[in-house]
């Protein structure tokens, strides 16, 4: 299994490093949310977050850009460090600069309702960088071409569609001129026909050289951009490598696990290259994690039992509780 801060992946090259984060833990209250996450990400890296709901996905991307306040760690990006839990001047600077070099895009689009599309790409730019209109409009409409909204930079979020807003959203963030994309389930609140335009921005962004973080559980993407990706659970790097070794060769049993549940739904194709043609929807005992006696051909109502072939990925028991979670639905993360 890979560590987690990433030396044993396959970046290795000489490459500026854009973020390093050591033993970085979140508390809320008593419930420690991130327990000791670290990570090296190199300019142009796309890495990529995978897990179930709650595992503190979100949590870790609004903790590098501060939106989020760590508890303890240590945070450098783009050559900015903050040790986290500090106060005072230098610290409440340090983060300043932290997020200025930081495009972050929600789940949810997070749009002024009342500015149009080049009003809302503008606004970072001309009131916290202190660009001049004009120039800060050019650059708007450049922008806005570049994500497909050429002929939509006078139109207002409510004269558009979900996946036009999250690319203004995406366009507003690179006004900025970040050196760190961060990409927060960009695509959960979509209708699936809207999914693809969005990505497509983002994998031009990658082509461009972007470094980002992305937050996804769209498999597809997953496997043909990222450079790294890292599965999450339970407030832990569990496992991480290139998409080739940890979507069809993972290590871990909570890795193999996940891939169980999510990829019949979200990647049936790739689903069916690893031999998983269902997953098997049996009960687990919740206190003792095993199932329960029954016809192991039929079902209660004497039909079929779904279950998967014999595969690489060995038979996950699936269920409620610490033996076999199934995770929440895209979007309804939590921490």
């Avoid at 870790?60 to 106060?87: A, K, M, Q, Y």
């Avoid at 120039?135 to 569609?161: C, M, N, T, W």
């Avoid at 999250?166 to 050196?179: G, H, S, T, Y």
């Amino acid at each position: 299994m890979a560590t987690n801060d990433g030396s044993s992946v396959s970046v290795t090259d000489e490459r500026e490093i854009i973020v390093e984060v050591k033993d970085l833990h979140k508390y809320f209250g008593r419930n420690e949310v991130l327990k000791g996450i670290d990570l090296v990400v190199r300019r142009g890296e796309v890495v990529v977050l995978i897990g179930p709901s709650g595992s503190g996905k979100s949590t870790f991307l609004r903790c590098l850009n501060f939106l989020e306040d760590p508890t303890t760690g240590e945070i450098t990006v783009g050559g900015v460090h903050v040790v986290c839990g500090s106060h005072g001047s230098t610290f409440k600077k340090a983060v300043h600069q932290i997020r200025m070099k930081c495009g972050m895009v929600f789940q949810d689009f997070n749009l002024f309702p009342h500015k149009d599309a080049t009003e809302n790409v503008t606004e970072g730019p001309i009131l916290v960088r202190g660009e001049k209109k004009a120039d800060a409009v050019a650059k708007a409409h450049d922008l806005l071409a570049k994500v497909g909204l050429a002929e939509r930079i006078d139109y207002f979020p409510s004269q558009l569609s979900g996946g036009q807003k999250q690319r203004v959203a995406i366009a507003r963030a690179m006004a900025m001129e970040p050196v760190l994309m961060l990409f927060d389930e960009p695509t959960s609140a979509l209708d699936p026909e809207l999914i693809g335009e969005v990505l497509k921005v983002m994998k031009d962004l990658a082509k461009q050289g972007m470094t980002m973080i992305v937050v996804s559980h769209e498999m597809g993407f997953s496997r043909d951009v990222a450079d790294r990706v890292v599965y999450m659970d339970a407030g832990l790097f569990v496992e991480q490598g290139p998409p080739s070794e940890v979507f069809y060769h993972p290590k871990d049993e909570r890795t193999k696990r996940f891939l169980r549940h999510i990829l019949p739904e979200k990647e049936p194709q790739h689903a069916a290259e690893l031999g998983i043609t269902a997953v098997d929807t049996e009960p687990v005992d919740i206190e003792t994690g095993e199932r329960p006696e029954a016809d192991l051909s039929t079902g209660s109502e004497g039909t079929p039992v779904t279950s998967a072939v014999d595969t690489g990925i060995p038979e996950i028991p699936t269920g409620q509780g610490a033996a076999g979670e199934l995770p929440l639905p895209p979007g309804d993360e939590k921490l």
